[in-house]
């Protein structure tokens, strides 16, 4: 039995919070499964590391990210980082490209039936939903040259997108597509109407779902009216939601509060198909940030980084099993219909439940099923 290396990033705020929860619980699996075997390796990153070490990412923790079998990221920023030129959140992005993770999957579904009733919006709107958010995450804007104003009164900001990045992740969509049964129809979201990059993005994607996945249905919608579907009728973005990085970023938040809440939903960023490529990179952080408003108080939804810890188990050290019943403890957890419920829900829910509470409960859940 090989032990799997997991490189652990807090960084600030309530990152250091949540991320402590997802380790407890895959300390629980490893503690249930002989097969399983973890190193977990602490760094840091961010506004932790512009305080430590004057940068938000340094080379040695590059290096032990590349060398691990996987990575687990709590959140960077806050308002004490205010220099442009050092920010917590380009450690961020200098992660991702070092590792290459161009494809990051935020799916958005309900981690519990019982959530519904905490949805914003009416029962009937919010049910059922289910897509993955596919989104581009090493280019567009995010990478694109940028010009500080400076005092000049101007700033520039460029998003790029070739037809290489374009292909490999319109080939991943239709990869995610296909493992549903039956396989999902994929909506590209875009602003082809005003974007030259948009334009090549529809083109690329067409093409591709054209001569590799002429069974698969794509679809186009603009990225402005989709935001206003996500609200009214979101089950008709259910399947696949493919888009670029920027557009990913805001409508991935949006589609969070589906279910109830920005602290519900995990995120897998990786640097290729998952079973197709070799020495796969995979990080996995909630869709959130440091949520600077509630750091420390102990009260912080722990639910998105503990269920990234289970994308971490599904897609980089294939341990489907167990990444299901990762799921499963939440899902049980926060059910307050079924018999055996616990129905334990954090402040954002409306709950009164701890951080820790939530933690131990998924913990016992998980003891249960594994
Ligand atoms: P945020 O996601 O941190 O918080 C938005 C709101 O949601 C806040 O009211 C917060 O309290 C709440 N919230 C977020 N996560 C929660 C959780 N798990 N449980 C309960 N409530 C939760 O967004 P923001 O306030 O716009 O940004 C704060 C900082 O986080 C910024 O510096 C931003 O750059 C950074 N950020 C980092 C990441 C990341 O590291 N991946 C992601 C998004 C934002
Ligand atoms: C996210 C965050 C990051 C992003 C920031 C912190 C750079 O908002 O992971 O969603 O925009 O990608
Ligand atoms: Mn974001």
């Known amino acids: 039995m090989s032990v799997k290396k997991i490189v652990v990033l807090p960084g600030d705020h309530i990152g250091p919070e949540i991320v402590s929860s997802a380790v407890e619980v895959l300390k629980t699996v490893e503690k249930k499964c002989s097969d399983l075997k973890f190193e977990f390796e602490e760094h840091k990153i961010g506004g932790a590391s512009i305080d430590a070490y004057g940068t938000p990412l340094t080379d040695e923790t590059i290096k032990a990210c590349l060398e691990a079998d996987g990575i687990i990221l709590g959140a960077v920023g806050g308002p004490e980082w205010t220099n442009p030129n050092c920010r917590p959140e380009q450690g961020l992005l200098k992660l991702r490209k070092s590792l290459g993770v161009w494809a990051n999957l935020r799916p958005c579904t309900f981690p519990s039936k019982s959530l519904l009733k905490y949805s914003p919006l009416k029962s009937e ?121 920027l557009f990913g970023d805001i409508i991935s938040d949006e589609s969070s509060v589906i279910p109830g809440s920005l602290g519900l939903l995990p995120s897998a960023s990786l640097s290729g198909i998952y079973g197709q490529t070799e020495n796969l990179n995979c990080l996995v952080e909630p869709i959130h940030g440091s949520a600077p408003d509630i750091a420390g108080q102990g009260i912080v939804n722990p639910v998105g980084t503990i269920l990234s810890g289970a994308l971490l188990l599904r897609y980089a050290l294939n341990a489907h099993k167990e990444a299901a019943a990762i799921e499963a403890a939440v899902e049980k957890v926060l059910d307050d219909t079924s018999i055996g419920g616990r129905g334990l829900y954090t402040r954002d829910l409306g709950g009164d439940a701890k951080t820790v509470g939530i933690t131990k409960a998924v913990v016992e859940e998980l003891e249960k099923i594994l």
Request: glycine share 6%; net charge neutral.
């Open 125 to 245: 709107i919010a049910e059922g939903v289910d897509f993955c958010v596919v989104r581009e995450l090493t280019g567009g804007c995010y990478f694109g040259e940028r010009t500080e104003d400076n005092g000049s009164g101007h700033a520039m900001d460029t998003w790029p997108y070739s037809v290489e990045e374009v292909t490999r992740i319109a080939r991943l969509a239709a990869w995610l597509a296909q493992t549903y049964n039956p396989p999902a129809p994929v909506t590209l979201l875009d602003k082809a109407n005003v974007l030259a990059t948009s334009r090549l993005w529809r083109k690329t994607v067409a093409k591709v779902f054209k001569e590799e996945f002429p069974h698969l249905t794509l679809k186009n919608q603009l990225i402005d009216s989709a935001a206003m579907l996500m609200v009214k009728s979101p089950r008709t973005l259910n399947g696949v939601v493919l888009t670029d990085n």
